[in-house]
């Protein structure tokens, strides 16, 4: 069977609900399923419970976005369960820095006389974890651009003149407060940081050193000669092969849970090699 280790719902940046993408799970034959909403783990109880009533597994996890030299690592950790621990307590000021960012680029796009208010940005996230694409889903609502990808070439990307900087944890303190608070991490995408052979091998020997347990090589976005290169390459670091659709519903409308698009496939035993690397 198949699973996906990569999804987001309304509780950060997704456009669906935490039990209905639970659902689209079941509903694509899986046998298992983590949430990974950025920087918070809001979504995770309304998921177990729909997880439940399918007979479904789920793993709580997050995606963080961590400093990189040459700009942003994301990172997925897995088995990071609500409540009381060392990274649970610091998602809450991550949060806030995005508030304040957030605060920052509405400005910037008012100064730049784009028609936004943040109250706007807030109605259209919903949730506590707010950020750009909830930006860029109020362009796009208002015509100031066409579609998501005008909005963050104009205006929100890492390039684009409203973007601005928020503070993020380094690699090693990340995976630190995942390890001290009984998770495994996997570094999301490593397309992100790396475009080469010879780039990815320097990357994923950080990544190793750093004590990340998994590397995403099965994204829906790349090609399955590059998903086996990634895979094989993780393999030969002693780490994980992971996967994930990285689904948003309506922000990318293109990707489906389970399947990215129509020909992903997780399989299930990551789900045990995963488990196999929870601290103790
Ligand atoms: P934030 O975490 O608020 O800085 O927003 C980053 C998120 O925006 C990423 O996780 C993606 O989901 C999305 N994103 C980043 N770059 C783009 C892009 N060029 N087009 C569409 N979505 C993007
Ligand atoms: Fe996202
Ligand atoms: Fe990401
Ligand atoms: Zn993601």
């Known amino acids: 069977m198949a699973v996906d280790l990569h999804l987001h719902t309304t509780a950060s940046d997704g456009t669906t609900a935490p039990r209905e993408v639970v659902a689209l799970a079941a509903a694509a034959g899986l046998s298992a399923v983590a949430i990974t909403d950025h920087d918070t783990l809001a979504g995770i109880d309304e998921a177990r419970a729909a997880a ?137 995408h490593p397309h992100s940081v790396a475009d080469s052979s010879d780039a990815y091998e320097a990357a994923f020997r950080r990544f190793a050193a750093a004590g990340v347990a998994g590397v995403e090589c099965w994204y829906a976005a790349y090609a399955p000669d590059l998903r086996a290169h990634l895979a094989d390459l993780t393999r030969s670091f002693g780490l994980i092969p992971t996967g994930g659709s990285d689904f948003h519903g309506a922000y990318k409308p293109d990707l489906h849970v389970g399947t990215g698009r129509g020909d992903l496939v997780v399989p299930d035993e990551t789900v045990d090699a995963l488990e196999s690397r929870r601290p103790r």
Do not use: C
């Open 52 to 188: 439940s009533n399918h007979g479904i597994e789920l793993i709580a996890g997050i995606e963080l976005s961590l400093d990189w030299p040459t700009g942003n690592l994301h990172l997925l950790v897995y088995f990071l369960e609500p409540g009381t621990g060392p990274l649970q307590e610091r998602l809450a000021s991550l949060r806030t820095g995005r508030h304040n960012r957030n605060t920052e680029m509405v400005a910037a796009l008012q100064d730049m006389g784009v028609p936004i208010t943040y109250d706007e940005v807030l109605a259209e996230a919903g949730g506590d974890a707010v950020g750009r694409p909830h930006l860029g889903a109020v362009l796009v609502a208002k015509g100031v651009v066409a579609d998501m990808k005008e909005a963050f070439e104009r205006y929100l990307g890492n390039h684009a003149p409203a973007y601005r900087p928020r503070r993020r944890l380094g690699l090693d303190e990340a995976v630190e407060l995942a390890t001290a608070s009984g998770a495994v991490t996997s570094v999301a």
